[in-house]
């Protein structure tokens, strides 16, 4: 199986370029023209690894490379980061993101194959298989595939943001328990930054709304000066003191 590369940039012309260098060499290739299409990609194919083009914005590339390092099944993907010359002094701060390697805009295409080369046969198991399947996580109607980054409900797949989609992952581990807000942000949210009780109370809301999009029973129940839990499977949820994967 050719190794699929994911190519994050707002320049076509440049991503026909590195689609061609790279496909010419036997990868496979994905193009992203935003950062929400690049997670979607990576998150629901399986993706040795992205490629940022970091000639618009450094900053925007940085969060990008945050997300996806705490987007589960995808934080072992390797990232290489293309950046211009005049900001080549911010490397370091790509570094501490996420990022395995990067280049200066233009490309040398021989050094560029090789670094990507070595970087994917690293992603590689001893044995020389993909890293493991994780096992989906089940409650009810709701189904989550951690591996793809997808969620269905009710047989319906449902479309989630970063954050949401870890704060479900989160709850479907421990669907039995009330998880305090303190826990939720420590799953959801990047160390270093502060987040407060209303926020998780905000992106709670945003998972509700797309969940019953699918069905109209409640799944999360919220539960008075601790946090939230799932609701059981028979249980409309409120306040108190799943489905098949495909």
Known sequence: MKPLIVIRSSDADFCLLVRHILEGDGFKTALAASDEQALMLVGSRDTDAIILDCQSSVSSAISLCESLKLSPGVAD??????????????????????????????????????VLRQLVRSRLTV????????????????????????????????????????????LLEEPGRALSRDELIASAWQRKVFVDHRTVNVHIGRLRKALKAAAPRDPIRTIREIGYGLAASNEDAGVSGGGDCR
């Open 77 to 114: 993907l390797k990232i290489i980061a293309l950046v211009r010359p005049d900001v080549a002094d911010r490397y370091t701060e790509l570094l501490a993101a996420g990022v395995d390697e990067g280049f200066v805009r233009p490309l040398e295409p021989r050094k560029f194959l090789q």
């Open 127 to 170: 044995n020389g298989s993909r890293p493991p399947f994780q096992a989906s996580l089940v409650h009810g109607d709701i189904c989550l595939d951690p591996s793809r980054r997808r969620v269905w409900r009710c047989g319906h797949e449902i479309a989630l943001g970063p954050i949401e989609f870890r704060l479900l992952c989160r």
